[in-house]
């Protein structure tokens, strides 16, 4: 079965810092673009960064900009994302995606003080 398993979610205080982890397997990572989106509750999904199957190009949603890093690492199959200058309004699950419909299973992420 192909899958993608996140990791590095947590409580953090405004201001703080997580790192995200996917884990990639039952296909060839480094022919895909990768994605991160995350949904707040009562909100929808929403995508937040991008990353092409190189790492060379990357987008990133305006409320993330300038705060927030998407990279990827094809010799371990993993993706990241950094996220610095955490806000209350960061607080949601987030999910790695790849593909035509590959998820990963989220891992959450609360902002409080």
């Known amino acids: 079965q192909v899958q993608l398993v996140e990791s590095g979610g947590g409580l953090v205080q405004p201001g703080g810092s997580l790192r995200l982890s996917c884990a990639a397997s039952g296909f060839i990572f480094s022919w895909n673009r990768m994605s991160w989106y995350r949904q707040a509750p009562g909100q929808e999904r929403e995508l937040v960064a991008s990353?092409?199957?190189?790492?060379?190009?990357?987008n990133y949603a305006d409320s993330v900009k300038g705060r927030f890093a998407i990279s990827r690492d094809n010799t371990k199959n993993t993706l990241y994302l950094q996220m610095n200058s955490l806000k209350p309004e960061d607080t949601a699950v987030y999910y790695c995606y790849t593909w035509p419909d590959l998820w990963g299973q989220g891992t959450q992420v609360t902002v409080s003080s």
């Open positions: 990353i092409t199957s190189g790492g060379v190009g990357t």
